[in-house]
């Protein structure tokens, strides 16, 4: 159920338009709209501009965001279009390599762990899927310039082409941009980390093959650049600026073609977008009020230099989206919503962190700081100590097993395998929802009673890691391919996994009586017995 397109589903309260209103089309409201319509809930979404924006601002997204679009069904549409990355270097300004990271192609998630991309791409396929969803009704031109709460409903007032109406819901998503109507509507402040640059970012299409470094942070003090390839036939160049006021001279086509004149000339590329940007650091102090919840940039917005930004929002609206469909459904209680920010925000909080760090260190100005940056690492790539690689942190409390089992919160592992009539990753093979992975040897453990019709019941699929694909009644036995998820479980020293439909783990099991009640522990947070203060309490 939870995860797969459906029919309409719940009790609906009299005079709603939706279930849920999506406020902004950017994204992060595509996402959380198509995830919300698949499930079988009414989604209007509300967007104040006349059509799709249309115009770059992200560049990368990594696995974890081609999971959730391949759960959507548009990845491998969008492959032919991204560019996957390997390698992001950091150089000064004598060129000398001070950082180098690499990405792995096949990454946790199953997929590539960087990929660079042309967003308006993105956004088109993206729009393509909302609009085939029944379910989905996507309103242009049309501003939301009130919200009004009750106990069992939220009221939008919106300002559309035929004048002003209002419109109601039972949760409002507030998808709108750093420049959020919906959080500025509700009153919620702003903690700001003071990181805050100007740049000017310069965007140009390939008018012919033409080598330009794909992934490259310039730590130059005179002038600090960024360039990075936005798929195949995109390239960003971008420069800090010593003001926004410089911004009017430094735009000047001329200008620009002088300062990428080392990689690029009119012959190679056109170029078609500058643009002025102010780098934040910005969190939103409450990312629910009521009915009202915020995601993407309307609750946080982070430096780019980790490339998180946009797959930050998409976690949110994967944390969101089943939390809503298991409310919407009435088998939670409306208080799992408040797991949300409780889950996300120390996450959010920890890439913004790491952004900032790095931002700092690539934007020195000061000649002699960059000269001790500069021998600092260049004397740890002497040594050959490779930089740590980035680990976001897990999540800690919240809608999780009781208990701190290894692996709890987690992000978790994707694999190949094999049910019998399809060899794929194992989104694509079992579906969405929660899925509890079990050994084969286990199965028995849950195969008393009604565990397996009760999990079924609750949209739970249970799937089988057997040594080869076979037929069961209430189950999915398959063959764990590469072997990925017997060497996890070794990893976690367990014979059960559940991992929740935003891929994190809720919990880990070993042995039968712990598979069974693990499996009744999620039965009874999913349905409402075990309340959300609760399911992210220890044992």
């Known amino acids: 159920m939870t995860g ?8 609906v309260p009299d005079g709603t338009a939706a279930d849920v209103v999506v406020v902004g089309y950017g994204p992060v409201g595509m996402v959380a709209a198509a995830l919300l319509g698949r499930t079988g809930h009414r989604v209007l979404v509300l967007e104040r501009y006349a059509g799709l924006y249309n115009l770059p601002r992200a560049a990368s997204f990594d696995d974890e965001t081609m999971r959730t679009l391949a759960r959507l069904g548009i990845a491998e549409e969008l492959l032919p279009k991204v560019r996957v990355q390997s390698t992001y270097e950091w150089r000064n300004g004598k060129g000398d390599l001070l950082i180098e990271q690499f990405f792995a192609e096949n990454g946790r998630s199953g997929w ?28 242009h031109s049309s501003s939301v310039v009130a919200l009004e709460q009750t106990e069992d409903r939220v009221t939008v007032t919106v300002e559309g082409p035929e004048g002003r ?20 509507a509700l009153g919620v402040e702003l903690h700001d980390y003071g990181f805050s640059e100007p740049w000017m970012v310069c965007d ?20 600090p650049t960024s360039i990075i390839s936005l798929g195949p036939a995109h390239h960003r160049f971008s420069f800090m600026l010593d003001s926004v006021g410089d911004f009017e001279t430094e735009r000047d086509p001329q200008r620009v073609w002088k300062r990428v004149a080392s990689y690029l000339t009119p012959d190679d590329a056109d170029l078609i977008r ?44 994967q944390n969101l989206a089943f939390k809503l469909d298991l409310v919407l459904r009435g088998t939670a209680p409306d208080d799992i919503l408040d797991t949300y920010q409780t889950e996300r925000e120390p996450h959010v909080r920890a890439v913004t962190e790491k952004g900032i760090e790095l931002g700092h260190l690539q934007t020195l100005r000061d000649p002699e700081q960059a000269a001790r940056r500069d021998r600092t690492l260049l004397a740890r790539r002497a040594e050959s100590a490779a930089p740590e690689p980035m680990r976001f942190p897990d999540l800690v409390d919240g809608l999780f097993a009781r208990g701190a089992d290894a692996g709890r919160g987690r992000l978790s592992v994707q694999g190949v395998v094999d049910d019998g009539t399809r060899r794929d990753r194992l989104d694509q093979v079992v579906g969405g929802g929660f899925h509890l992975l079990v ?7 849950l195969e008393d009673g009604r565990v397996l019709d009760d999990l079924a019941d ?13 037929e069961h009644p209430r189950a999915t036995v398959v063959q764990d391919v590469e072997g990925t998820y017997r060497a996890w479980l070794a990893e976690l020293d367990c014979s059960a996994v559940v991992v929740r439909p ?23 947070a999913i349905r409402g017995t075990v309340t959300a203060r609760e399911a992210g309490s220890e044992a």
């Open 204 to 223: 140009f299409r390939f008018r012919r093959p033409t080598e330009v470094p794909r992934a490259l942070q310039l730590g130059d003090p005179l002038s």
């Open 112 to 139: 590539a762990e960087w990929n660079m991309m042309y967003q308006p791409d993105l956004e088109e396929a993206l729009d393509t899927l909302c609009r085939s969803m029944d379910r989905v009704e996507v309103r």
């Open 274 to 317: 500058v643009a002025t940007y102010t780098f934040r650091s910005l969190i939103a102090d409450e990312w629910r009020r009521g009915r009202v919840l915020l995601a993407g940039d309307a609750a946080h917005q982070m430096p780019p230099f980790l490339g998180q930004g946009m797959c930050s929002g998409f976690r949110d609206a």
């Open 458 to 470: 609750a949209g739970v699929r249970v799937v089988v890691l057997g040594e080869r694909a076979a």
């Open 439 to 445: 050994e084969e040897g286990h199965l028995a453990g």
């Open 502 to 524: 935003d891929f994190y783990v809720y919990g880990t099991a070993s042995g039968f009586d712990a598979v069974a009640g693990l499996a009744a522990e999620l039965l009874g």
């Open 165 to 184: 109406e209002t419109v109601e819901a039972r949760y409002v998503l507030g998808c709108d941009g750093g420049n959020s109507f919906v959080r500025s």
């Open 4 to 11: 797969t397109d459906v029919a309409a589903v719940g009790p």
